[in-house]
T-cell receptor
Framework: DVKVTQSSRYLVKRTGEKVFLECVQD?????MFWYRQDPGLGLRLIYF???????EKGDIPEGYSVSREKKERFSLILESASTNQTSMYLC?????????????FGPGTRLTVL | AQSVTQPDIHITVSEGASLELRCNYS??????LFWYVQSPGQGLQLLLK??????LVQGIKGFEAEFKRSQSSFNLRKPSVHWSDAAEYFC?????????????FGRGTSLIVHP
């Protein structure tokens, strides 16, 4: 069974902390994505990566960075967490060109920043 | 630029009733269209997708969707809703746009099922 796993389902951090969200996929997909999901706003793309060490900004990259050192792993980093980054974070992966094939999603990490 | 509109934020239906969730898209060429479902506390799961061919697409869990180019729509339907269908539903459009190959999601429709 294909899988996208995320390191934590729930995370509570304090303002100013550095936060790492990890995502691993076992499907040998080239593309990996980080989304933020907030009520009424749907999914907003933070960053995506189409290859190892490659990354592209999405719609809302401010306050975030990413790392992709291995094909199967894509990390989202909050350098200095703020309360407005409290949200659900979803990782996804896909084959080929992203738009032309379905995305597979992880279960999400609900992050609370106090 | 591509965009997706899901006009209904919430839809409430009774169990056993039929369902239609609306999705309108904007895209300059033939779109690639998707419907995903998100059960409470879960990630998104693909219900169905349309690339080309027959405009009526069958998906999992008894769902279907119809692509109507003239109306720029890709509405999701189910003839008889079950309580387990209560979830958030997302329509997405994909395609090359400005060199990117990134799908665009609608804001979602929350389905509430009454017994």
């Amino acid at each position: 069974d294909v899988k996208v796993t995320q390191s934590s389902r729930y995370l509570v951090k304090r303002t100013g902390e550095k936060v790492f969200l990890e995502c691993v996929q076992d499907m040998d997909h080239e593309n990996m994505f980080w989304y933020r999901q907030d009520p009424g706003l749907g999914l907003r793309l933070i960053y995506f990566s189409y290859d190892v060490k490659m990354k592209e900004k999405g719609d809302i990259p401010e306050g975030y960075s990413v790392s992709r050192e291995k094909k199967e792993r894509f990390s989202l980093i909050l350098e200095s967490a703020s309360t407005n980054q409290t949200s659900m974070y979803l990782c996804a992966s896909s084959f080929l060109g992203g738009s032309f094939d379905e995305q597979f999603f992880g279960p999400g990490t609900r992050l609370t920043v106090l | 630029a591509q965009s997706v509109t899901q006009p209904d934020i919430h839809i409430t239906v009774s169990e056993g009733a039929s369902l239609e969730l609306r999705c309108n898209y904007s895209y300059g060429a033939t779109p690639y269209l998707f419907w995903y479902v998100q059960s409470p506390g879960q990630g998104l799961q693909l219900l169905l997708k349309y690339f080309s061919g027959d405009t009526l697409v069958q998906g999992i869990k008894g769902f279907e969707a119809e692509f109507k180019r003239s109306q720029s729509s890709f509405n999701l339907r189910k003839p008889s809703v079950h309580w387990s269908d209560a979830a958030e539903y997302f329509c997405a459009v994909g395609g090359a746009s400005g060199g990117s190959y990134i799908p665009t999601f609608g804001r979602g429709t929350s389905l509430i099922v009454h017994p």
